[in-house]
């Protein structure tokens, strides 16, 4: 990683965990992963599957000033999945490419349920600070699919994101 430490922050999405009905096993995947590639996660959540606790959870994760909201899960076809309507408010921009690469890494392991996902990625803008939000399907193995992406230009990305030159 670079001289300046990455921060994140970890959001799970779903009625259940939320309820207290099953364990959230892929936020904290998520976070000891992003922990391993020397990421400092400093917000961790989880929230209902519902579009205006989504927004407001991501939103209180990008007041700590991290890098990066990584959310998992929601991102499916289902009529309980809102994440992807979420984003609508909170992205200045998407960048299309990281969520393309996301369900192409499922597909390459065969599962072809993968380009069902509707997660995205982008920038919201609070004030002058910039995150990266990338939204992540629910599984243990849509979580490693998305680092798999993410983390190798995660460095590159978060400096892009906030104006260094290329």
Same mark, same amino acid.
């Given at each position: 990683?670079?001289?300046?430490?990455?921060?994140?922050?970890?959001?799970?999405?779903?009625? *259940?965990?939320?309820?207290?009905? *099953?364990?959230?096993?892929?936020?904290?995947?998520?976070?000891?992963?992003?922990?391993?590639?020397?990421?400092?996660?400093?917000?961790?959540?989880?929230?209902?599957?519902?579009?205006?606790?989504?927004?407001?959870?991501?939103?209180?994760?990008?007041?700590?000033?991290?890098?990066?909201?990584?959310?998992?899960?929601?991102?499916?076809?289902?009529?309980?999945?809102?994440?992807?309507?979420?984003?609508?408010?909170?992205?200045?921009?998407?960048?299309?490419?990281?969520?393309?690469?996301? *369900?192409?890494?499922?597909?390459? *392991?065969?599962?072809?349920?993968?380009?069902?996902?509707?997660?995205?990625?982008?920038?919201?803008?609070?004030?002058?600070?910039?995150?990266?939000?990338?939204?992540?399907?629910?599984?243990?193995?849509?979580?490693?699919?998305?680092?798999?992406?993410?983390?190798?230009?995660?460095?590159?990305?978060?400096?892009?994101?906030?104006?260094?030159?290329?």
């Amino acid at each position: 990683m670079s001289a300046k430490k990455i921060t994140a922050a970890v959001i799970t999405i779903s009625d *259940r965990s939320a309820a207290g009905l *099953r364990d959230d096993i892929s936020g904290p995947l998520a976070v000891n992963l992003l922990k391993n590639a020397g990421v400092d996660v400093l917000y961790t959540g989880v929230t209902r599957d519902d579009v205006r606790s989504i927004a407001e959870e991501v939103q209180t994760a990008a007041i700590h000033e991290v890098d990066l909201v990584f959310t998992t899960g929601g991102t499916g076809i289902a009529p309980q999945d809102f994440t992807a309507r979420a984003m609508d408010t909170l992205l200045r921009f998407d960048i299309p490419g990281i969520a393309e690469a996301i *369900r192409y890494e499922g597909w390459k *392991r065969g599962v072809h349920g993968a380009a069902l996902s509707r997660g995205r990625a982008g920038v919201l803008v609070t004030g002058l600070h910039r995150v990266l939000v990338v939204n992540a399907p629910g599984s243990p193995n849509g979580v490693k699919d998305a680092l798999n992406v993410l983390l190798p230009m995660l460095e590159h990305t978060v400096s892009q994101m906030h104006g260094d030159d290329h």
